[in-house]
């Protein structure tokens, strides 16, 4: 990927940044590459661009290298996208994406689900151009011609990086390389690093989780949340913690290096432990601890939606795909991965495609000992809470079928939050 070094050098450097929460308003970034012609397509079209970071922060940077990898596809020029860095969640949204519709942008993206109310209300405000908030939720019920929400199936990904966790588990076990300490009652430890306790993160730690289970069943998990998406300091705490209560894999919906570094360090000092990371591979930074990390293809969405603005058509209000639009995937395994690993994955992924392997199946779970038969997909009232739209169909919840951000928010058995 293009300047991966540089994302990962400049993020070990990063102390305390805060990319959901920036005072920043950012800057605005356009070609200076003079040799560049227009979109023949269509000349005037621009491409508005509302960032919650920037390239030293791993979402928005893979949010950046989709756009751009769609953009190249489609014929469209550096000139024709405008980006807007570090955009805070707040009023500062709205200016921005009022800016950018002053430009003459014919589509504009906000990437951060914080920056959803500010983007819808930019798009009651400018209808005549299309306005996608990914990741967010209340497209549908706005009732908006212009306004959609899209988010990948990365809850399929992350099942799979528990596939391989489970897997190394399960050779570290008959090594004989898991101890006592690594244990409670009996069951393996797992830590992951959250950011908040929201349906996204929820929904891809228990994912995770329950892929780990799917090839170790013996194992519990233990969740540490930071409340910030992107804190390499603190994600690293969070990280120390859960290994100094025995976690043996550090999983993580956090956005920096904090945490494979962490893990990285502590292998080295002699700890039995290994690392699965989120958005970008880790394995510059945690060469033997990083065993894979769960991502998503963004330039898969965004090739559809500006084609289709670009083409004069209406962008979906609800967009989510996974493994069968290749949109979701797992980085290259790592060197400490397991033995028989890389067949496993082909084999899971395969059944993920044939719909013979359904994540959230509600015969793999329990909550409160009891199998799950009715829960809610979406909030109506808006106290992220579901109330309405029931997801539990054919024996499996239902994951980004009536919105495309995930809604999955029960706390099952064998899986803690700390706080």
Known sequence: MKKILALILAVLFVCGALAACSGSTGTETTTD??????????????????????????????????????????????????????????????????????????????????????????????????????TGDTAKASGLENFSNAFTKVYESRYVSGVVAGMKIAELDAAGKIADENKKDGKVKVGYVGAYPYAEVVSGYTAFYLGIK?????????????????????????????????????GQHADSTGAPS???????SGKVCYSVGYNVDMLSVAPEAALTSATNNWDVYYTYAIGTALNGGKIDTNWAEGY?????????????AAEGTAEKVEEVIAAIKADTLHVFDTATFTVGGAEVTNAFAT?????????????????????????????????????????
């Open 262 to 268: 962490a893990v990285q360090a502590a292998l080295e």
């Open 33 to 134: 590459d003079n040799t560049a012609t227009k979109s023949e397509a269509n000349p005037d079209f621009k491409i508005g661009v509302i960032l919650v970071g920037d390239e030293n922060e791993g979402y928005t940077y893979a949010h950046m290298q989709g756009i751009q990898t769609a953009a190249d596809a489609l014929g469209l020029t550096d000139d024709q996208i405008i980006w807007k860095y570090n955009i805070p969640e707040d009023e500062t949204c709205f200016d921005t994406a009022a800016d950018l519709a002053d430009q003459g942008c014919s589509v504009i993206f906000s990437n951060s689900y914080g920056h959803q109310t500010y983007t819808q209300q930019a798009a009651e405000t400018y209808p005549d151009i299309q306005f996608v908030a990914m």
């Open 324 to 336: 069968n639009q290749d949109a979701v995937a797992i980085t290259a395994l790592g060197p400490s």
């Open 379 to 419: 909030d109506t009232d808006g106290d992220f809470a579901p109330d309405a739209d029931e997801a539990i169909i054919d024996g499996y919840y239902h994951e980004s079928y009536f919105q495309s951000a995930p809604s999955f928010q029960l706390r099952i058995d064998g899986i803690t939050e700390l706080n």
């Open 214 to 250: 799917s090839v170790y069943p013996d194992v519990v998990m233990d969740v540490q949340y930071t409340n910030s998406w992107f804190d390499i300091t603190a994600e690293a705490e969070a990280a120390n913690a859960l290994l100094s209560t025995g976690c043996i894999i550090i």
